[in-house]
């Protein structure tokens, strides 16, 4: 059993204004310095309580602005401030420090002392007035520093004052495109447009330029698209980055039951979400009315998703509504993503084919339209094929069956994955005499992938359990 974390943090990122406002560090060496340092990222008022500086402290005071108090700290010295700083080095110091502004409501931080803080510093990365500020909760300030070297090298030198100017045309913008949704279309493409390159090379009438066609291009009527959308297997980094881009440029998303909240949430914290798969109690909406939605949200003009579990090509119905959206006349596209079968193998390290022992492979179910397995892939097992079959679970019998008389060894290697590529996937190996328990199997409740042929031997299944329950029993 996994224990699982919780998955909640311990603290909640905010940022405080300092405008007008005091700050006080008490310490007179590198840490205090280090300290000042990082508020003079800010225009806070920054006091510093030393007796003595350090030669780095005294710099940072000066390059800073700081007012020096030169004596000992005196508990009426945080009044009036709104964040105070012990960085004395001297854990008594810096008791009385924290306790002084605990007992005027102020929020304190001791530096190296987690427990007695209140809040903890970020690394930060400043463009104002954009600012980035990580935390590992204490767990590893390393790992934030190298973080933030990234997200510098990352973020363009002058991305603030970009991002200064964006605001400075929201007025006109607004007066130009009244329409929400239009307003919303320029201020995506506008991060990512010319106008960035041509403000960091100073020629902001161009920018101007650029933000002007950019409106022209969102006042047009919004044209409905639909996107059939793959969002892999269940591990949200297993999305492609398409997928993740439509799904943060759509308005409504449709999605199967099967698609974790993960996946989904990667979607536009506002983009509108409809769950069109069964859920428990409620029945699924039926494949005509799916496709009515889809027409009917791209003829509003919505850009739209269709989420799909694993690849929207592989046992999805994307048949029914790709003619759907052809008939209407609805422009779309498709995108693909990691199908189940894949998935399983990976967790399997299963070769799907395997030079010498399998040289074709059948992505096949266990269910046709009507929920009656089909009877006309079985042949295909027998002699160099590798069977990936989904949806087999309950009628995991018939499939064995139907197997066995059309003449595959009853001691042909079959692997079962449910869950994969999720945490809690599980991993089950048998033969292909064991594969009628798998519809017995009450302690899998996750959708299963049945993997069956030669090749399932080459696997690394001593992670797997037994397929069969007697065996695991006896095991
Ligand atoms: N379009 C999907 C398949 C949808 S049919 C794809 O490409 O993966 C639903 C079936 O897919 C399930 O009954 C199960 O057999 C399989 N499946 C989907 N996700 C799975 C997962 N994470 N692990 C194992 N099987 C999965």
Not at 386 to 413: C, E
């Amino acid at each position: 059993m996994v224990v699982s974390r919780s998955d909640k943090l311990h603290v909640f990122p905010a940022f405080h204004k300092v405008t007008g406002r005091r700050v006080l560090i008490v310490g007179g060496g590198d840490e205090a310095a280090a300290k000042v340092r990082l508020l003079g990222e800010s225009v806070a008022e920054i006091s510093v309580v030393a007796a003595e500086l350090s030669p780095a402290l005294r710099e940072a005071i000066v390059s800073t602005g700081a007012c020096h108090l030169p004596r000992d700290f005196e508990a009426s010295d945080v009044e009036g401030a709104v964040l105070v700083f012990a960085a004395s080095g001297e854990e008594v110091e810096d008791r009385r420090v924290v306790a002084a502004a605990r007992a005027r409501g102020i929020p304190a931080n001791a530096v190296d002392r987690p427990d007695i803080c209140d809040f903890y510093t970020p690394a930060l990365v400043n463009r104002a007035p954009l600012a980035v500020a990580i935390t590992t909760t204490g767990a590893a300030p390393v790992a934030a520093r190298r973080l933030r070297a990234r997200l510098e090298t990352m973020l363009p030198r002058d991305y603030g004052r970009f991002i200064a100017f964006a605001d400075s045309l929201r007025g006109w913008v607004f007066s130009r495109l009244r329409d929400g949704a239009a307003r919303r279309r320029f201020w995506a493409g506008f991060f990512d447009s010319a106008a960035l390159s041509l403000f960091s090379a100073d020629d902001r009438d161009g920018a101007v330029r650029e933000a002007e066609r950019l409106i022209d291009h969102a006042a047009m009527p919004a044209r409905g698209f639909v996107s059939l959308v793959g969002a892999g297997p269940g591990a949200e980094d297993l999305l492609t980055l398409r997928a993740q881009r439509v799904l943060q440029e759509a308005d409504i998303i449709f999605h199967d039951a099967l698609v974790p909240e993960a996946v989904i949430a990667q979607g536009r914290r506002d983009a509108e979400r409809v769950n069109v798969g069964k859920r428990k109690g409620c029945h699924a909406k039926s494949q005509e009315e799916i496709n009515r939605l889809l027409i009917a949200a791209a003829r509003e003009g919505c850009r739209v998703v269709r989420l799909k579990a694993g690849d929207p090509m592989v046992f999805g119905r994307a048949g029914e509504e790709l003619a759907a959206l052809r008939a209407a006349g609805i422009a779309h596209d498709v995108v693909p993503g990691v199908t189940a079968g894949l998935a399983a193998a990976a967790d399997l390290e299963l070769p799907l084919t395997l030079r010498g022992t399998a040289s074709s492979l059948v992505f096949t179910t266990g269910h046709d339209m009507h929920g009656e397995a089909l009877p006309d892939w079985a042949r295909l097992a027998a002699g160099g094929v590798t069977l990936a079959i989904y949806m087999g679970r309950s009628v995991a019998a018939d499939i064995a069956a139907q197997l066995a008389d059309a003449g595959l060894s009853a001691d042909t290697p079959v692997a079962v994955v449910e869950n994969a590529s999720r945490a809690d996937k599980r991993m089950l190996v048998g033969t292909l005499n064991d594969l009628p328990a798998l519809a017995g199997r009450d302690d899998l409740s996750g959708p299963t992938l049945v993997v069956v042929g030669e090749a399932v031997a080459a696997a690394r299944l001593e992670r797997a359990e037994p397929l069969h329950i007697s065996e695991r029993l006896a095991a």
